[in-house]
C-alpha cells in the first residue's frame, strides 16, 4: 500500500515530531488525545475508521492490515516522508514485538522506546515472567507450566495459555479458563498441551482487587509512573475494566517499579496484579504497551505517553504533568459498563451496590467536551454489542 499524495503532504508539512498511533480503538483514541492536547501532531495508522481515526487530535493513515507483511515497509515509507523522525506507540503485544524485530531499520526513521528482545520476552512469556518475578522477590500465584498436577495443586485453577494466542481464545471462547474440579482440569489440559498451557491457582476476591501500576520508562528509568485498580470488569473473571478508579499506592508502584527495572525496560507499560485473602500482592501480567484505560492517568496527573514522547526527544516535562493525584477519578466505558451493570443485576447484587460502582467523579473513556468526531462510530458500536448480545440469548434460550 502506497500514502495518497495528500498524506505526503501533510507529513511533509510537520513541523514538530510525528507521533505515530497504531491500535485505533480506546488506548489508541487515550493516547491521541493525551499527546494532542498538548499541541503534538498525531497520526492514527488503521486498515479501516476506528474511534481514535476520528478525533480532531489526530490524522487518519490509512494502513495495511498490521498482521500484513507491508506494515513495516509502511511504517518505512511514513519516515521517509516526514522532515523530523518521529515517535511509535504500538498499542497491541504483536505490534510491540513486530517493532522490536524490525528495530534497527525503523531506528533510521524514529525515535524508539521498546524493550529489548530480551526483556520482552521476559514479561511477555508468562513462563519466563515467573522466573523474572521470583529472581526479584515479585510473589505471583502458585503455578505450574502443563500437567500432570501434583495431587496437593490448590483448587480452583485458571488455566491460560504461556503466550498470547489467539486461537486459544477461538477455540474455548475465552482467554482464561476457571476449573474447579481436578478431573475436569486434568481432562482439558491433555487437549491444551499445543497451546502450552499455564495453570496457576485462583487468588480470591472482587475487581477491587485488581491492581494496576502504568508507567513509562525509558533504559530502566522511570519517567512518569501511576497506580490504579479496576472496579467493575467485563466479562467477568477475565474481561476488560468497565469502570476503573485512580488511586496512588507506593506498595503496588514499588513492585511494578522493581520489576520492570530488572529488565531495563524502555517503552510504555502495565503491570497487573492482583492482593490475595492475606493482603499480598501477586503478580498477574504484564502488557508491554499502553493499555485501555490509559487516559485515566492522564486526567489524573501523570501523562505517561507525554511523558516518553519528551525524554525522546531530550525535553524536560513540568512535574505537574508527571505526579498522579490523589483524585480517586474514575474511568467509564459505558458500553462496557452497561453490560456489566445488567449482569450483576441480574445475579442479584442490590441496585444501590451496583449502581454505586459507577458514581463518583469520572470521566468516560470515549467521550470528552469538545472531542466528539468519535461519538457516531461509538454509538453505532453500542448497537451492535447490544444486537449481539440479544442474538446470543436468543439462540441459548430455552422455554420452559
Not at 480503538?25 to 488525545?33: E, M
Not at 511514513?78 to 523530523?84: F, R, S, T, Y
Not at 519466563?128 to 529472581?135: V, Y
Not at 492522564?298 to 505517553?305: E, F, I, K, V
Amino acid at each position: 500500500m502506497e500514502l495518497t499524495n495528500g498524506d505526503r503532504a501533510w507529513l511533509a508539512a510537520q513541523r514538530l515530531p510525528l507521533a505515530l498511533v497504531f491500535n485505533a480503538h480506546g488506548n489508541g483514541l487515550g493516547i491521541a488525545r493525551s499527546l494532542g492536547i498538548y499541541g503534538v501532531p498525531v497520526a492514527v495508522l488503521s486498515p479501516q475508521r476506528d474511534l481514535a481515526t476520528e478525533s480532531r487530535y489526530s490524522h487518519w493513515l490509512q494502513s495495511p492490515a498490521y498482521s500484513s507483511t507491508h506494515f513495516i515497509p509502511f511504517l518505512e515509507q511514513i519516515g521517509e516522508a516526514l522532515p523530523l523522525p518521529g515517535v511509535l506507540y504500538p498499542l497491541q503485544d504483536p505490534l510491540v514485538e513486530l517493532c522490536v524485530i524490525h528495530h534497527q531499520a525503523l531506528s533510521h526513521y524514529y525515535h524508539l522506546a521498546l524493550p529489548t528482545p530480551r526483556a520482552l520476552k521476559a514479561l511477555s512469556d508468562k513462563g519466563e515472567l515467573l522466573t523474572t518475578a521470583k529472581a526479584v522477590g515479585v510473589d505471583t500465584p502458585t503455578s505450574r507450566i502443563g500437567g500432570p498436577l501434583p495431587a496437593n495443586f490448590p483448587l480452583p485453577a485458571i488455566v491460560k495459555p504461556l503466550a498470547q494466542i489467539p486461537e486459544f481464545k477461538t477455540r474455548y471462547g475465552q482467554k482464561i479458563l476457571r476449573f474447579s474440579h481436578r478431573q475436569e482440569l486434568e481432562a482439558n489440559l491433555e487437549q491444551m498441551e499445543s497451546f502450552r498451557p499455564l495453570i496457576q491457582a485462583f487468588i480470591p476476591g472482587d475487581e477491587a482487587s485488581l491492581w494496576t501500576y502504568g508507567a513509562a520508562f525509558l533504559e530502566g528509568l522511570p519517567l512518569a509512573e501511576y497506580t490504579g485498580r479496576k472496579l467493575i470488569q467485563y466479562p467477568p473473571g477475565a474481561g476488560d475494566a468497565a469502570v476503573a478508579e485512580s488511586v496512588w499506592k507506593p506498595s503496588v508502584a514499588a513492585v511494578g517499579r522493581r520489576l520492570l527495572r530488572s529488565v531495563n525496560y524502555s517503552g510504555m507499560a502495565q503491570v497487573e496484579f492482583k492482593v490475595d485473602p492475606k493482603g499480598t500482592l501477586r503478580l498477574l501480567e504484564v502488557n508491554p504497551r499502553a493499555w485501555s484505560w490509559n487516559s485515566l492517568p492522564t486526567a489524573s496527573g501523570s501523562n505517561l505517553s507525554l511523558a516518553l514522547y519528551a525524554a525522546l526527544l531530550n525535553k524536560s516535562l513540568p512535574s505537574e504533568l508527571r505526579t498522579q493525584r490523589e483524585t480517586h477519578l474514575r474511568w467509564r466505558y459505558g458500553r462496557l459498563w452497561l453490560l456489566a451493570t445488567l449482569r450483576l443485576l441480574l445475579e442479584g447484587r442490590p441496585s444501590r451496590e451496583v449502581l454505586a460502582l459507577g458514581r463518583g467523579q469520572a470521566i468516560n473513556a470515549i467521550l470528552t467536551q469538545g472531542d466528539w468526531g468519535p461519538l457516531p462510530l461509538y454509538l453505532s458500536q453500542i448497537v451492535k454489542t447490544f444486537l449481539g448480545e440479544f442474538a446470543l440469548k436468543a439462540r441459548n434460550f430455552q422455554p420452559r
